[in-house]
């Protein structure tokens, strides 16, 4: 199982970037994969995760700004974010799990097995 991040970058605020998480090793549209964020001192949180099905599920701080997709065809799960905020800086990082993930448990970074190796997303103008 291999998730590996990209997309980051420097951008100003009001700016945007997609992120995108490439998957290999298992079905990927089969399990959850969910974007987190950590900043720095801070606790890794949890942004948007989308499941099997295709539902799809943000916090509050990143709703109507960031959309998650899938590409069944690339293994390839994307995060656009659009009016990036300096409080939006952070490593971002995708991750998956093998058992299902509910509303009330999916923001919890703990109990997501794997890891891609993050991406830095710095707001700042």
């Known amino acids: 199982v291999q998730l590996q991040a990209s997309g980051g970058g420097l951008v100003q605020p009001g700016g945007s970037l997609t992120l995108s998480c490439r998957t290999s090793g298992f079905a990927f549209d089969y399990f959850p994969i969910g974007w987190f964020r950590q900043a720095p001192g801070k606790e890794r949180e949890g942004v948007s995760c989308i499941i099997s099905d295709g539902s799809t599920y943000y916090v509050d701080s990143v709703k109507g700004r960031f959309t998650i997709s899938r590409d069944r065809g690339k293994n390839t799960v994307y995060l656009r974010m659009n009016s990036l905020k300096p409080e939006d800086t952070a490593v971002y990082y995708c991750?998956?799990?093998?058992?299902?993930?509910?509303?009330?448990?999916?923001?919890?970074?703990?109990?997501?097995?794997?890891w891609g190796q993050g991406t830095q997303v710095t707001v700042s103008s």
């Open positions: 991750a998956t799990d093998f058992e299902t993930v509910t509303p009330s448990t999916m923001w919890n970074a703990y109990r997501w097995d794997y």
